[in-house]
């Protein structure tokens, strides 16, 4: 969907968790009038989803994932 990828690409792409955290409020408000359960979920969410970021940058592509297989699989 436009707000997975808007999130994805935007969040995720951060090279701080600082820029981060306000991008993901920048997406957050901009989805707030047409998908407010969505917004309000980001809002929730927000520590736990750029948690990744509080460590390492070179640790960050093996724990940003959620998925325990797909890092196994890979």
């Not at 935007?10 to 408000?29: G, H, I, P, W, Y």
């Not at 940058?57 to 196994?72: C, F, G, K, V, Y």
Request: no cysteine.
């Amino acid at each position: 969907s436009a707000a997975e990828s808007a999130i994805r690409d935007t969040d995720f792409a951060q090279e701080t968790a600082k820029s981060a955290r306000e991008q993901r409020r920048l997406v957050a408000n901009h989805f707030r009038a047409s998908m407010p359960k969505l917004s309000k979920l980001m809002d929730s969410a927000d520590h736990e989803a750029l948690k990744y970021m509080d460590f390492p940058r070179a640790h960050w592509l093996q724990i940003h994932s959620t998925n325990p297989l797909e890092r196994l699989n890979a």
